[in-house]
């Protein structure tokens, strides 16, 4: 439950999220639609409070009490994306019921908000102030019978309801007030057109659209083949990357939000509602893990006419748009004040033409498991990952910007190394397995080269662990992977070791706070930026995995592997989502949610619950 209502605006934990495998909608605690890109997740923004309160545009609907004390509680309509927001009064109970309306034969693009009341009587207030392409784009609003028409140039929409609308030409609101068992429904859908009458919908007909919708996902969630433990989060960071899929491709985003900040009020602010390469292989294997091998299929589908439109001799971008093409430049909204003040409000993406030779590791792997688990890939497949195995055994030696995608130079860093190991380790297991035709001498070589290289010139006998770079000789948490892609054994005594130094505090130049990983020490990194940044949640599940995997020897690391695990639990927020980071006083820090985040707690909760096996 949420307490008073103030001026705050919410905070990144302080939301719930719906969606149709198009888009993502971002809904408050307070009844406000804060984050909307229409028709697509790549798409500009429709509304974007979350990025400026007063510029970014909103849709809200919430109770007039004039000061009185209402108290808010917000959850998801059990094994489904419909979100339920409830306001506590002491006249009664209004309930919010907000949906992207999804099911077999469901065409219409909308966004559905139901408010009715479920006990006493209460005053309402809607408010729906557009602010197309960020904020940039000028509007009209045009009443028409059964609604109104929200224009631009680029995209118009139509706000369908029963109620009665007032408009200054720029916003919508609305004054209504209903009592035990009425209802007020008002839906967003594309189009202007010249009466939308038709398109009004009562309790009843948004009753059905409700039902259908709940059906989809209670139907596609029986899927999951997961009955370990941690079944609920499981399953709720299954609906949420299911929501960052798009559907008519296959591709899969690594956020639906942009420029939330990973440092308060910094700069680290970046767009991530484009399709990684790394991001969604490492989805794919998750999904794939517990019983949802679909929507892998459709990944890699999309994956294959990517890399068979790559030219001859062209690495693989890191990154792509949502239609398979160049994501846009990286651009720099300064109208836009940003999250908590948070500037500059960046969209596009600049790392998108940076060289990240890890990406290929995890594409590799993630075909290697799609064809073990999923489907036998074709031949005519594979010959485009081998020419993309050539090319890592042509470069491997270079310089790049790696998993964080630094700003400030290339370096040889061992993550990369490591993963060009896996790419060749997994082509090499790959032709083998199907014998498909490959030059396997040369992987064999360059595969060994690259281990020995790693061991040699990424292991720091002085501090104990594997490094960052062959020039930094700072710890990073993403060197936890090695057990995790069979790299070294969980118990290795080098890994062993690293795990230790990890896991010690910041003080003692860990990476540790409390159980919770940042991924790298920024002072010790020239990463380009400034600012401090909070724990990675993606490096906290790594580690739970790491310790599960070495508990195998060391018995004492299961306990301490399922404690971080369960106090990882307590940072979600309050319906089990996460964002990129954990900032210092448990705020939710960076774009959300976030597809690696919760692919790395189904892993690791699918690890540890079998390694505890039936034991309490």
Same mark, same amino acid.
């Given at each position: 439950? !949420?307490?008073?209502?103030?001026?705050?605006?919410?905070?990144?934990?302080? %939301?719930?999220?719906?969606?149709?495998?198009?888009?993502?909608?971002?809904?408050?605690?307070?009844?406000?639609?804060?984050?909307?890109?229409?028709? %697509?997740?790549?798409?500009?923004?429709?509304? #974007?409070?979350?990025?400026?309160?007063?510029?970014?545009?909103?849709?809200?609907?919430?109770?007039?009490? +004039?000061?009185?004390?209402?108290?808010?509680?917000?959850?998801?309509?059990?094994?489904?994306?419909?979100?339920?927001?409830?306001?506590?009064?002491?006249?009664?109970?209004?309930?919010?019921?907000?949906?992207?309306?999804?099911?077999?034969?469901?065409?219409?693009?909308?966004?559905?908000?139901?408010?009715?009341?479920?006990?006493?009587?209460?005053?309402?207030?809607?408010?729906?102030?557009?602010?197309?392409?960020?904020?940039?784009?000028?509007?009209?609003?045009?009443?028409?019978?059964?609604?109104?028409?929200?224009?631009?140039?680029?995209?118009?929409?139509?706000?369908?309801?029963?109620?009665?609308?007032?408009?200054?030409?720029?916003?919508?609101?609305?004054?209504?007030?209903?009592?035990?068992?009425?209802?007020?429904?008002?839906?967003?859908?594309?189009?202007?057109?010249?009466?939308?009458?038709?398109?009004?919908?009562?309790? +009843?007909?948004?009753?059905?659209?409700?039902?259908?919708?709940?059906?989809?996902?209670?139907?596609?969630?029986?899927?999951?083949?997961?009955?370990?433990?941690?079944?609920?989060?499981?399953?709720?960071?299954?609906?949420?990357?299911?929501?960052?899929?798009?559907?008519?491709?296959?591709?899969?985003?690594?956020?639906?939000?942009?420029?939330?900040?990973?440092?308060?009020?910094?700069?680290?602010?970046?767009?991530?509602?484009?399709?990684?390469?790394?991001?969604? =292989?490492?989805?794919?294997?998750?999904?794939?893990?517990?019983?949802?091998?679909?929507? #892998?299929?459709?990944?890699?589908?999309?994956?294959?006419?990517?890399?068979?439109?790559?030219?001859?001799?062209?690495?693989?971008?890191?990154?792509?748009?949502?239609?398979?093409?160049?994501?846009?430049?990286?651009?720099?909204?300064?109208?836009?004040?940003?999250?908590?003040?948070?500037?500059?409000?960046?969209?596009?993406?600049?790392?998108?033409?940076?060289?990240?030779?890890?990406?290929?590791?995890?594409?590799?792997?993630?075909?290697?498991?799609?064809?073990?688990?999923? =489907?036998?890939?074709?031949?005519?497949?594979?010959?485009?990952?081998?020419?993309?195995?050539?090319?890592?055994?042509?470069?491997?030696?270079?310089?790049?910007?790696?998993?964080?995608?630094?700003?400030?130079?290339?370096?040889?860093?061992?993550?990369?190394?490591?993963?060009?190991?896996?790419?060749?380790?997994?082509?090499?297991?790959?032709?083998?397995?199907?014998? /498909?035709?490959?030059?396997?001498?040369?992987?064999?070589?360059?595969?060994?080269?690259?281990?020995?290289?790693?061991?040699?010139?990424?292991?720091?006998?002085?501090?104990?662990?594997?490094?960052?770079?062959?020039?930094?000789?700072?710890?990073? #948490?993403?060197?936890?992977?090695?057990?995790?892609?069979? /790299?070294?054994?969980?118990?290795?005594?080098?890994?062993?070791?690293?795990?230790?130094?990890?896991?010690?505090?910041?003080?003692?130049?860990?990476?540790?706070?409390?159980?919770?990983?940042?991924?790298?020490?920024?002072?010790?990194?020239?990463?380009?930026?400034?600012?401090?940044?909070?724990?990675?949640?993606?490096?906290?599940?790594?580690?739970?995995?790491?310790?599960?995997?070495?508990?195998?020897?060391?018995?004492?690391?299961?306990?301490?592997?399922?404690?971080?695990?369960?106090?990882?639990?307590?940072?979600? !927020?309050?319906?089990?989502?996460? =964002?990129?980071?954990?900032?210092?006083?448990?705020? =939710?820090?960076?774009?959300?949610?976030?597809?690696?985040?919760?692919?790395?707690?189904?892993?690791?909760?699918?690890?540890?619950?079998?390694?505890?096996?039936?034991?309490?």
């Amino acid at each position: 439950m !949420n307490g008073d209502k103030t001026s705050r605006p919410p905070a990144i934990e302080d %939301h719930g999220v719906i969606g149709d495998m198009r888009t993502v909608a971002l809904v408050a605690t307070d009844g406000t639609l804060d984050w909307l890109c229409f028709p %697509h997740f790549d798409s500009p923004s429709v509304f #974007a409070a979350l990025l400026d309160p007063e510029k970014g545009g909103h849709f809200r609907i919430s109770p007039e009490l +004039d000061g009185e004390r209402v108290m808010r509680k917000q959850f998801y309509w059990p094994d489904t994306n419909v979100l339920v927001t409830r306001f506590y009064s002491p006249d009664g109970v209004g309930e919010l019921v907000d949906f992207m309306p999804v099911g077999k034969g469901e065409r219409v693009r909308q966004v559905v908000r139901r408010i009715r009341v479920v006990r006493g009587e209460l005053a309402f207030r809607m408010e729906c102030l557009p602010a197309f392409d960020y904020g940039r784009e000028p509007h009209t609003v045009r009443l028409i019978q059964g609604g109104a028409s929200l224009l631009s140039e680029k995209l118009k929409l139509t706000l369908a309801t029963a109620m009665k609308l007032e408009t200054d030409g720029q916003r919508l609101t609305s004054r209504f007030t209903l009592q035990e068992g009425q209802s007020a429904v008002f839906t967003l859908r594309e189009g202007a057109p010249d009466s939308c009458t038709d398109r009004v919908l009562g309790h +009843d007909a948004s009753e059905v659209l409700f039902r259908s919708t709940v059906d989809y996902w209670r139907h596609w969630l029986a899927k999951c083949s997961y009955t370990g433990r941690w079944r609920e989060v499981v399953h709720r960071s299954a609906l949420v990357l299911k929501l960052m899929t798009f559907e008519p491709s296959g591709a899969i985003v690594a956020a639906p939000t942009c420029s939330l900040p990973e440092s308060p009020g910094g700069v680290r602010n970046w767009d991530y509602r484009y399709v990684w390469i790394r991001d969604a =292989a490492f989805t794919v294997y998750a999904l794939m893990r517990i019983g949802f091998r679909d929507e #892998a299929g459709a990944f890699m589908r999309w994956l294959e006419k990517r890399i068979a439109e790559l030219p001859e001799g062209e690495p693989l971008p890191l990154m792509y748009a949502l239609d398979g093409g160049e994501v846009p430049k990286e651009q720099e909204l300064w109208h836009l004040s940003g999250y908590g003040g948070a500037k500059p409000v960046r969209v596009g993406n600049g790392a998108a033409h940076q060289l990240q030779l890890d990406i290929y590791g995890e594409l590799m792997d993630s075909v290697y498991l799609y064809n073990k688990h999923g =489907a036998p890939i074709s031949y005519d497949f594979w010959r485009h990952l081998r020419r993309l195995v050539d090319w890592v055994c042509d470069h491997w030696r270079e310089k790049d910007e790696s998993i964080w995608e630094v700003r400030g130079g290339k370096q040889h860093f061992v993550y990369s190394k490591m993963m060009c190991w896996v790419a060749v380790d997994r082509a090499i297991r790959l032709a083998d397995k199907r014998s /498909f035709p490959a030059d396997r001498a040369r992987w064999l070589q360059t595969r060994d080269l690259i281990f020995e290289e790693i061991m040699q010139k990424g292991w720091c006998a002085k501090r104990g662990a594997f490094i960052q770079s062959y020039e930094r000789k700072s710890l990073d #948490a993403a060197n936890l992977l090695m057990p995790l892609v069979f /790299f070294l054994s969980p118990v290795d005594p080098r890994m062993l070791s690293t795990l230790d130094r990890v896991r010690q505090a910041p003080a003692k130049a860990g990476l540790t706070s409390d159980g919770l990983v940042f991924r790298y020490d920024v002072e010790a990194t020239q990463d380009g930026l400034y600012g401090r940044e909070g724990t990675f949640n993606l490096c906290t599940f790594w580690l739970v995995e790491a310790m599960t995997r070495a508990s195998v020897t060391r018995p004492d690391l299961l306990d301490e592997a399922r404690l971080t695990f369960e106090r990882m639990l307590g940072y979600a !927020n309050h319906l089990g989502l996460y =964002a990129e980071q954990i900032g210092t006083s448990g705020e =939710a820090l960076g774009n959300f949610p976030q597809a690696l985040t919760h692919l790395s707690l189904i892993s690791a909760a699918y690890n540890l619950d079998k390694a505890l096996g039936h034991r309490d």
